[in-house]
């Protein structure tokens, strides 16, 4: 007698039309729909190209008329039945999203009432085959779930909302990975392919679907937040700036308490100058650089005053100058011409150029002519910084060529607009720091990506060509190109999260390792084993626990069993004459066979750890045979061990250096000075493990450089070997200007002072 289907759901295709959810919601998951739609759609039409390709390539290579006949057979089902995947792949999104907020039953819950038992009728074993096909999905599922784990969790957060519950989780999500695997499983029965074909299938999915899977989830919260849906919603809190009045309120609370509380409210306001600079390639000025410009107007004043009365002291006939002055207008006006001559002004410095400019002017006038104080004050300024750039810029990189590109534009800038010396936020000034970072000394040569050239080319020739007076030039220009740099930050973060999640993986790894031989090291206890079982112990069967550990974890049952098994090898292994289980053997066998040994491997081990023999009773040929194997095979971790030598203790510099590490946020940059001569390269510290002591670094692409541990780290910054680039050692233009107004102080004999209002300029 057969049972009553007990589902209570149709399983025919549910849409939103139909769905039972409140208005608002109704139009926020179509637009979601029509988003994912559209994107979604154009990938699954080149999977079936693809797939149809490889049906197609498989029947032509293939080794015998049989398979030739099962391929060619696949091709003709798909081409008969491809055009109702895409449909059926959609219909399944739509059902997804119309089930929203729904819980999943869970196995044996009724909605009222007791749980009623289970009934079954028809009992068969599970095909390894159709196994195989689940854990393919699973494992792109999971693939894609790490590398989209942050926007992921936004879009859990924002489905929160809508459905009017807690924050979903990857797994809940009606658009998340394991979903979309689920929908793309279900359409590709509909197809009536082999399990062969499905699993061939699934690759290409994963391959030219899965594939721009983060992207789409971006997409897909973008969407959301336009609907409304939580549209402050970031990856980090939102810095609130304290009131002006709040934070002199906190300087006057206590005398002695000025510099503490100074710190404090800028800490609060987003811009400590103790914090470690965190930016990215041609990152923008922080909005709570800004500074007071007058202020720092008074003292540049002040400090070209100085050198200008040195230069009148040295230079008595600079003073007697009798000539007529060019007014600015005039000037800018001039520099317009000459961008126009024949001799590119790549070839030049400002100093040729000036000298250029003063010819030209007196073959136009008949006589000769000079500049005020001011424009000739504006000449040296940015000569002077534009030397302090190019000690930092490498001479052979395409930035030093687009940098004497944008001399006559900066310059014709600030002759109009002073405050390009003083104003860190100045588009000029941005777009200035972009080009020079891109060719900075301490990039290595993998470190700019390729992309990035053209926009910086074309930045600049947008500049040149069109800059007339107006500073909105430089506004679109810089404009552009930031969301280009905005572009690759997003691609070099997405390539930083996937290593340090693998990083993270090493650290469970290592975290596994450890608790695995403390636990055999208490099992074993004070207990006397042979020194050969003792070997296999903490090298096969560790690996068996640290596996379990990694895939089950502690509290699972598979883990209780494996502790079971371990205090029966100890006790059968410890006592001569103890009993062995009948089936203790097979079971360690098939253990060991899940962390790669061979058959024959895991039953040599599998015997010798449910016998009681002595190392001089045992057969000394197979034991080292045994031996042997196990050191020629690559253990779980291996290579971290490898790594771990054994340094002298720190001194209390590296101790300092050493604590100062553990507490700096992720993602500070560190400069590593290569060799004598001082050039450095910068590596940011993407994540360390204070676990296993080891850190992460990557470069500005994202990408792995490599891994040291903390306490090198810390050795090398006690020996100035490396140094954290903190706030005023950010950006290369900012340091340069740092550095031209030191210079300016030489001359006006006040030496370097740190703390001046233009301290941030």
């Known amino acids: 007698m ?58 032509d290579h293939a080794r015998n008329p049989g398979s030739e006949s099962v391929h060619l057979q696949t091709l003709r089902t798909l081409r008969l039945t491809r055009a109702d995947l895409a449909p059926r792949f ?23 009432g007791p749980v009623a038992p289970l009934q079954a009728q028809h009992l068969s074993l599970l095909d390894d085959r159709e196994l195989e096909e689940d854990a393919l999905l699973r494992d792109i599922a999971v693939r894609q779930e790490s590398r989209a784990s942050l926007t992921l969790h936004l879009l859990g957060q924002r489905f929160g909302v809508l459905a009017g519950t807690p924050a979903f989780d990857a797994d809940r999500l009606p658009l998340g990975p394991k979903a979309l695997c689920t929908i793309m499983r279900d359409a590709a029965h509909e197809l009536q392919l082999s399990l062969d074909a499905r699993l061939l299938l699934y690759r290409i999915f994963d391959r030219k679907v899965m594939a721009q899977y983060a992207p789409m989830v971006e997409m897909l919260n973008l969407s959301l937040a336009a609907d409304g849906i939580l549209p402050s919603l970031t990856y980090v809190p939102l810095r609130i700036r304290p009131a002006p009045n709040a934070a002199a309120a906190a300087e006057a609370a206590a005398p002695g308490a000025k510099s503490s509380a100074r710190r404090r409210a800028a800490a609060r306001d987003g811009h400590d100058p103790q914090r470690p600079h965190t930016g990215w390639l041609g990152e923008g000025s922080s909005e709570a650089a800004r500074v007071d410009e007058a202020a720092a107007f008074d003292l540049l004043r002040q400090l070209l005053s100085g050198r200008r009365e040195l230069i009148g002291k040295l230079r008595p006939e600079a003073q007697a100058n009798t000539r007529e002055q060019l007014a600015t207008p005039e000037l800018v006006g001039a520099l317009g011409q000459l961008r126009q001559g024949a001799e590119p002004a790549t070839t030049r410095n400002l100093l040729e150029i000036k000298q250029a400019l003063l010819a030209q002017l007196r073959q136009q006038r008949g006589r000769g002519a000079s500049l005020t104080r001011e424009d000739n004050d504006t000449f040296e300024l940015l000569g002077m910084l534009y030397g302090q750039i190019e000690r930092e810029v490498k001479p052979e990189s395409a930035a030093a060529t687009l ?18 010396f003083v104003r860190p936020q100045h588009p000029a000034r941005e777009l200035l720091n972009a080009v020079a970072e891109s060719g900075a000394r301490w990039l290595d040569q993998d470190d700019l990506d390729p992309q990035l050239v053209q926009p ?74 042979p020194k050969f079982v003792r070997a296999l112990l903490h090298q096969a069967w560790a690996d068996v626990l640290t596996l379990t550990l990694l895939r089950q974890g502690a509290e699972s049952q598979e883990w209780r069993q494996q502790l079971e098994m371990t205090r029966h090898i100890v006790a059968t292994c410890g006592r001569s004459g103890a009993p062995v289980e009948p089936d203790l053997a097979p079971r360690i066998e098939a253990a060991l066979a899940q962390v790669g040994y061979h058959h024959e491997e895991a039953a040599a081990i599998a015997r010798r750890l449910t016998s009681a023999l002595d190392d001089d009773e045992d057969d000394p040929a197979s034991r080292t045979e045994l031996t042997m194997r196990l050191k020629a095979r690559t253990r779980l971790g291996e290579e971290a061990e490898k790594r771990r030598l054994e340094l002298p203790p720190r001194t209390a510099d590296e101790q300092a250096r050493y ?10 940059w560190i400069e590593f000075i290569t060799n004598q001569q001082g050039d450095v390269l910068r590596r940011r510290l993407s994540w360390y493990s204070p676990v ?7 470069n500005q692409r994202g990408q792995r450089v490599g891994e040291q541990s903390l306490d090198g780290v810390a050795r090398m910054l006690a020996k100035g070997q490396a140094r954290i680039v903190t706030a005023e050692r950010g950006r290369l233009v900012d340091r340069a200007w740092q550095s031209t107004l030191n210079a300016l102080r030489s001359f006006a004999g006040r030496g370097e002072r740190p703390a001046e209002p233009e301290a941030n300029a």
Do not use: C
């Open 90 to 112: 959609m219909a399944g999104l739509e059902t997804s999203l119309a089930r929203l907020g729904r819980q999943p039953a869970q196995p044996g819950a009724a909605a009222n």
């Open 692 to 698: 296993t002591d080891n850190a992460l670094f990557v």
């Open 456 to 529: 910086l080319q074309r930045a600049v020739q947008q500049v040149v060509q069109n800059y007339d007076g107006d500073a909105s030039v430089f506004e679109a220009s810089n404009r552009e190109l930031q969301a280009q740099l905005q572009g690759l930050v997003r691609k070099a973060e997405m390539t930083e999260r996937r290593y340090v999640e693998a990083a993270r993986g090493k650290e469970k790894l290592e975290i596994a390792k450890q608790q695995a031989a403390d636990t055999i090291a208490g099992i074993v206890g004070e207990q006397r084993l």
């Open 2 to 59: 057969s049972l009553p289907p007990t589902a209570p759901e149709s399983t025919a295709p549910q849409t939103l039309a139909t769905a039972v959810l409140p208005r608002r919601v109704r139009q926020v998951l179509e637009h979601l729909l029509a988003t994912a739609s559209d994107e979604l759609e154009r990938h699954l039409t080149t999977m079936l190209a693809e797939f149809e390709q490889q049906l197609f390539r498989l029947a």
């Open 403 to 420: 940098l004497r590109e944008l001399q006559l534009p900066l310059l014709r800038v600030a002759l109009q607009d002073r405050a390009f």
């Open 659 to 668: 604590e100062q590490l553990r507490v700096v946020p992720y993602g500070t």
